[in-house]
C-alpha cells in the first residue's frame, strides 16, 4: 500500500510559478512510477506528467510542455510538479498518483494504469 500527500496548490497570477510536491509513505518508492493528473471543473480528469521509477523517463502532455517539469526525489519518498509560467486554463484540483513499476523506465500516461490516488490539491491561475 502507498499512501500519497499532495501539497503546494494555491492562487498565482498568470506567468507565475507553483512547485507541487508528493509526499509518498511506505519504505518502497523507488519501485513505482508517479504521474500528475489534474480535473478542471466540469471536465474529465486528464494526465499532465508521469515519471518513471529511476526517473530516467518523464512523459508530458502537450500543453504543459516547456511549462511543466515532473520530477522525484526517491530518497525523499517525494514527486514533484514544478509549474512555470502559469495560464487560467491550468486551473484544476491536481492529483498524484503511484503505479508499481514494470519495467523500471515505465512512466504511463492513462489514468486506470494508477493503482494509488493522492487527495489533491487546488490549484488556480488568475489572469
Known amino acids: 500500500q502507498v499512501q500519497l500527500v499532495e501539497s503546494g496548490g494555491g492562487l498565482v497570477q498568470a506567468g507565475g510559478s507553483l512547485r507541487l510536491s508528493c509526499a509518498a509513505s511506505?519504505?518502497?518508492?523507488?519501485?513505482?512510477?508517479m504521474g500528475w493528473f489534474r480535473q478542471a471543473p466540469g471536465k474529465e480528469r486528464e494526465f499532465v506528467a508521469a515519471?518513471?521509477?529511476?526517473?530516467?523517463?518523464?512523459n508530458y502532455t502537450e500543453s504543459v510542455k516547456g511549462r511543466f517539469t515532473i520530477s522525484r526525489d526517491n530518497a525523499k519518498s517525494t514527486a514533484y510538479l514544478q509549474m512555470n509560467s502559469l495560464k487560467p486554463e491550468d486551473t484544476a484540483v491536481y492529483y498524484c498518483?503511484?503505479?508499481?513499476?514494470?519495467?523500471?523506465?515505465?512512466?504511463?500516461?492513462?489514468?486506470?494504469?494508477?493503482?494509488?490516488w493522492g487527495q489533491g490539491t487546488r490549484v488556480t491561475v488568475s489572469s
Open positions: 511506505g519504505r518502497t518508492f523507488s519501485t513505482y512510477a
Open positions: 515519471i518513471s521509477s529511476n526517473g530516467g523517463s518523464t
Open positions: 498518483a503511484a503505479t508499481a513499476a514494470r519495467p523500471l523506465s515505465w512512466a504511463p500516461i492513462t489514468h486506470n494504469l494508477y493503482s494509488y
